[in-house]
């Protein structure tokens, strides 16, 4: 049994305590934190709360959480690009199609699997089917992830994710050319309102998010952004460009099919058109390695179906 606690402070005082709790710790999700509230695990003030009970400036909320409970999923042999490891860490270039760890219509053939096979000391850290995740990237978007492989590097990187001192860079290429050099995109993320598989930047409830873009290279009807993020929601990055009219080549979450239909040049479109991914890339990764208190930078090139779409831009 882990024990855990923290003190509701003016950011987190208000909230339900099932949201302070996930956005206190990084590494715990709402739907943890609510099924811990209901087996009991939680305390507030020393006393049972329910999870939609609002707290005060000063609460101390105590959190028991049992050993992570034996890993479901199986080792499989699943090539990895592995750009660094050691004892403690793994640092990956995931490629888009892959996605990150085993849930409802994915059991097998996640990077978790693939880990399991690689690692064979890896910890089951993190909650069932989470061994050592402490960030993830979206099925469709490639580059650079860590993943820990123990509890003190799972500890001091969820920290970190947690206080937003991970550095992140994306690369995207988007419709339209942007008007300005840079920008700061500011909003809430949470459920849309209509579709509840889709995020939002205007829902009802949602989590501060906080994204900086700036132009790396400008086309006609298009952009190469650089996208740095100071906070880390889902699909953070997809759904804040699309809200200032600039979604990413490729999206059929968030984009717009007419404007794919728009694309006058044929090869171009057809490039498009044959993208079985969106075109998002997180090509640049920075944190502090815990055990070693070592400043580690990692990068990953262009994806080859990002770069040939590029590479046709260019040649307009």
């Not at 105590?62 to 640092?91: C, K, R």
């Not at 990068?299 to 590479?311: G, I, K, M, Q, R």
């Amino acid at each position: 049994m882990n024990t855990v606690a923290f003190t509701a402070d003016g950011a987190l005082a208000s909230l339900r305590l099932d949201v302070a709790i996930a956005t206190a710790f990084s590494d715990i999700s709402r739907a943890r934190a609510q099924q811990s509230i209901r087996e009991g695990c939680v305390l507030v003030n020393g006393h049972a709360a329910r999870a939609s009970c609002r707290l005060q400036a000063g609460d101390r909320v105590t959190l028991s959480l049992p050993d992570p409970v034996p890993l479901e999923a199986e080792p499989e042999n699943i090539p990895l690009e592995v750009l660094y490891e050691d004892a403690g860490i793994i640092v990956i270039n995931k490629p888009a199609h892959l996605v990150v760890h085993p849930a409802c219509g994915n059991h097998t053939g996640t990077l978790v699997n693939a880990l399991l096979f690689h690692c064979r000391d890896l910890a089951g850290i993190g909650g069932v089917q989470r061994p050592g995740i402490v960030h993830r990237l979206d099925k469709d978007t490639s580059g650079v992830m860590v993943v820990a492989k123990n509890e003190q590097t799972h500890a001091g990187l969820s920290e970190q994710f947690k206080v937003h001192s991970v550095m992140r860079r994306y690369q995207a290429l988007v419709y339209g050319a942007v008007a300005e050099e840079s920008g700061r995109i500011e909003t809430l993320i949470g459920r849309d309102r209509t579709d509840r598989k889709k995020m939002s930047a205007h829902p009802r409830r949602g989590r501060q998010a906080v994204t900086h873009w700036r132009c790396l290279e400008r086309f006609d009807d298009y952009s190469l952004l650089e996208a740095g993020l100071e906070t880390g929601r889902t699909h953070q990055v997809r759904v804040h460009l699309a809200s200032i009219g600039h979604s990413v080549l490729g999206d059929s979450t968030y984009g717009n099919p007419r404007r794919l239909r728009a694309i006058r040049n044929k090869p171009l479109q057809d490039a498009v058109k044959s993208l079985k991914r969106h075109l998002l890339h997180a090509g640049f990764l920075q944190f502090v390695h815990p055990a070693t208190q070592e400043v580690l930078s990692f990068t990953a090139p262009l994806p080859d179906e990002f770069a040939s779409v590029l590479a046709l831009l260019r040649g307009l």
